[in-house]
């Protein structure tokens, strides 16, 4: 009996974790050693990125055939350029996500970087091309420098010093007694949300990705952890093909093309300036946010 209940509880974690949004699926998959959904076709080529090109191109997309969650989304991310997906909880913002990195394949419509279709390259090498910095990151029981060296098999610890002080946790890092051989995780040392973030940003410098998937944590950070974070995050995304999925539109202020998705289709798209003068969803969700940010500032 045992032995059922295991995999059940592992299933449990499974389900839980894809509804909290994107965790850190490399991670997921490696420890679980299950497939994923997709299959790569026989034969399949692997994925060539020249610039990173991203599109969505009207795809439709349902986990259960019945319900529909994206109802026919084009979305083009110019290579280099940054696009931000904001819109009400449950617009199918992470599952765009989840699209791009091949979780599930689209029902119709196809998902292409530099035109080639991701159905049908080899799935590590689209994982490969693909750097995620999750709402929540996964930390193994080991130590903090295994934590981000995990970000590229083979990284000297050179390589995982320079990718903690691109990410600023290289001084946090500095003062523990262990260094980087502290032991993190649940049975070691707990970090914060601000902390495990940056761990997560490590890893992707050392990942060095073309394409780069940020998934904004729902639960705040304080102001000043935020505004330090997301100077790092400006930093890593330069010259990277960027797709930050928004809950604060505070963040994305700078965005190359802002895509707002309601009900499983693009309302809106366009930069900060456009949208608001457009004075739309958007510019609507933009005035209730910068009320709420006021007080909580006040309270701070
Ligand atoms: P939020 O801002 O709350 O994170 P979101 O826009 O990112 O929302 P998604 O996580 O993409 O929304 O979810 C879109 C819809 O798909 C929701 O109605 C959600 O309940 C449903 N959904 C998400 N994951 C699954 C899943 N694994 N199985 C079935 N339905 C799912």
Request: hydrophobic share 40%; aromatic share 6%.
């Amino acid at each position: 009996l045992l032995q059922l209940f295991r995999p059940l509880d592992m299933l449990g974690w499974v389900y839980r974790s894809i509804r909290q949004g994107l965790i850190d699926m490399e991670a997921m998959f490696d420890l679980l050693d299950t497939p994923a959904e997709v299959v790569d076709v026989p034969g399949a080529p692997t994925l060539a990125v020249s610039r990173g090109h991203v599109r969505f191109d009207d795809v439709v997309f349902g986990y259960e055939p019945e319900r529909q969650i994206l109802k026919g989304v084009t979305i083009d991310v110019p290579a280099g350029t940054s696009c931000a997906v904001v819109g009400p909880s449950g617009a199918g913002k992470s599952t765009l996500a989840r699209l791009l990195y091949r979780f599930y394949d689209p029902q119709s419509g196809r998902i292409t970087i530099d035109g080639q279709d991701i159905a049908a390259v080899q799935q590590n090498s689209l994982r490969a091309a693909i750097g995620i910095v999750p709402q929540d990151t996964v930390l193994f029981n080991d130590t903090i420098g295994y934590n981000i060296g995990y970000g590229r098999e083979g990284a000297g610890q050179a390589e995982v010093e320079r990718a903690a002080e691109g990410a600023a946790i290289d001084v946090f890092i500095a003062a523990l007694p262990d260094r980087y051989e502290a032991m993190v995780g649940e049975r070691g040392l707990k970090l914060s949300g601000g902390e495990k973030q940056r761990v997560a940003i490590a890893r992707t410098l050392l990942k060095n990705p073309p394409v780069l998937i940020l998934d904004e944590a729902t639960s705040a950070l304080d102001s000043r952890t935020e505004e330090a974070i997301q100077d790092t995050l400006d930093r890593i995304a330069t010259s990277r093909t960027t797709i930050t999925i928004a809950h604060r539109l505070s963040t994305i202020v700078g965005a190359d093309q802002i895509v707002v998705l309601d009900g499983g289709r693009v309302a809106e798209r366009g930069t900060h300036a456009e949208l608001l003068r457009r004075g739309g969803l958007y510019a609507e969700l933009w005035v209730r946010q910068a009320a709420e940010r006021e007080l909580e500032q006040a309270a701070e």
